[in-house]
């Protein structure tokens, strides 16, 4: 029985994509650079913000590139009124009920911890997350478990009784780093033919099926 769930955040709790790919060209076009479809993005995802910029700017990127944008892009953040992130279907239903079964919950991503809490603290505030940890410089992001480290030494429960939730290579290697199990999503944002991994506990493609881990 997994007694703690840490999520994943970006393609696994929240569809952050469409915010992603209206902001983030905007700041390449700002710059010059080539804009991207929705689907050159879901393969530039899963990094922290500079790891995916310099996915986005390809034969562009290098230190230099990668600030200039990043600090536009944060600025254009900073002043976006988001209308189009929200949870994905029936992911505040799975979080209550694993809450009201005694589960202790947390996050790990690659997204500025800041960003992360606005958007629990608006969709999901009846949540009690015993732990969010996002990307905060200069710690390490995943696939480091730096952060599932800290969650787990807040936590105290043995290692079999977690469970890393998320939708990409990134996070199976986050947890084979923390050396947790994880349950990858198919409701995210990755290429699922790369996730071929005897690593993996479990693969859904829907919230409920999360159930059955308790």
């Known amino acids: 029985m997994k007694k703690l769930f840490i999520f994943d955040f970006d393609g696994t709790l929240f569809n952050t994509i469409e915010q992603l790919v209206y902001n983030m060209n905007q700041a390449l076009h700002l710059h010059g650079y080539p804009v991207l479809t929705l689907d050159e993005y879901k393969l530039a995802v899963g990094g922290n913000v500079n790891q995916v910029i310099s996915n986005v700017l390809g034969s562009n990127s290098s230190p230099e590139n990668i600030e200039k944008v990043k600090k536009t892009y944060l600025e254009i953040v900073e002043d976006y009124e988001d209308t189009l992130t929200q949870p994905f279907e029936d992911i505040e239903e799975i979080l209550t009920y694993l809450q009201e079964n005694n589960i202790q919950l947390a996050i790990n991503s690659n997204r500025y911890t800041y960003s992360i809490k606005s958007y629990v603290d608006k969709f999901l505030n ?69 996730l071929d991994d005897d690593y993996i506990l479990k693969v859904i493609s829907k919230p409920h099926e999360l159930k059955e881990l308790i």
Do not use: M, R
């Not at 478990?145 to 079999?160: F, R």
């Not at 998320?166 to 947890?175: C, F, K, L, N, R």
């Open 126 to 194: 009846n949540i009690n997350f015993i732990d969010i940890q996002g990307h905060e410089p200069p710690n390490p992001s995943k696939p480091d478990a730096y952060g599932l480290n800290q969650i787990l030494q807040k936590s105290s429960i043995n290692k079999e009784d977690v469970v890393y939730v998320g939708d990409s290579p990134t996070d199976v290697q986050t947890a084979k780093n923390a050396g947790i199990d994880c349950v990858i999503v198919t409701w995210g944002y990755a290429d699922y033919d790369l």
